[in-house]
């Protein structure tokens, strides 16, 4: 294992980035590097989509799959 020293700004800009709380630093640079990798692949709307889906999921903008089936009679 490595230590990485980052400023405490770049710290909170990738503790922002967490999907759920459970998500460590490292996985939080793994997936971020990953998406930077596959970025040749991505066209700027699909990149806008993904941000806003992580945005909804961090603000609780979502629905369980039971809340979905009520919603839609099934």
């Known amino acids: ?30 997936r971020l590097l990953k998406f930077q990798l596959a970025d040749d692949n991505l066209d700027e709307q699909t990149l806008k989509d993904m941000q806003e889906g992580l945005d909804d999921i961090k603000s609780g903008r979502v629905y369980t799959t039971k809340q979905l089936k009520n919603e839609l009679g099934i």
Not at 18 to 29: C, D, F, P, R, S
């Open 1 to 30: 294992m490595t230590t990485i020293k980052v400023s405490d700004k770049t710290r909170t800009i990738l503790a922002e980035q967490k999907v759920h709380t459970g998500e460590t630093l490292e996985q939080v640079i793994n």
